[in-house]
């Protein structure tokens, strides 16, 4: 059994625009846990990112979440063990048909927006993930990523 574990390493980059006095920060994890590439099938698994804004209660800020390719590209991410990639992706749908990036390439982003109701707000999105099938001659290990979660606001 193939041991998997995927990393977000979150780095906040903020373009701060005519928001007023709200400042915004983001977070982020996903873990796949275990993974047998010997049954044939994908592996599906969730995770969380979270967007808190911090202001006066009525508050308002529009913001943009994009992912970046982490170790392989928007087609195929890559999490490795040693020099050993495993194909994985990152989607905004949990249909896994909308790869979650920053708008190049065919991929899309997340834009949303929140008004405060108190002196602080969080919104948390899913971000679904799939570890492509047909990948049975990896040896077992612990697998890795880190990608650029961006927040512009």
Do not use: H
Not at 12 to 28: E, R, Y
Not at 62 to 71: A, F, N, R
Not at 99 to 117: A, E, H, I, K, P
């Amino acid at each position: 059994m193939k041991r998997v574990m995927l990393s977000i390493a979150v780095m906040l980059f903020a373009s701060v625009g005519a928001q007023g006095a709200i400042t915004c920060s983001i977070n982020g994890s996903l873990a796949f846990g275990s993974f047998n590439p010997l049954l044939g099938q994908s592996a599906d698994t969730t995770g969380t990112i979270s967007v808190t804004c911090v202001g006066n209660p009525g508050d308002s800020v529009s913001y943009t979440i994009t992912l970046g390719t982490g170790y392989g590209s928007y087609t195929a991410r890559k999490m490795v063990s040693g020099t050993t990639p495993l194909v994985y992706n990152l989607y905004r749908d949990s249909e896994c048909t909308q790869v979650w990036g920053d708008n190049t390439s065919g991929t899309y982003s997340v834009t949303d927006s929140m008004t405060l109701t108190t002196t602080s707000s969080t919104k948390n999105y899913v971000v679904y993930s799939r570890i492509a099938s047909g990948q049975n001659t990896d040896p077992a290990g612990s697998y890795t990523d880190s990608l650029l979660i961006n927040l512009n606001y």
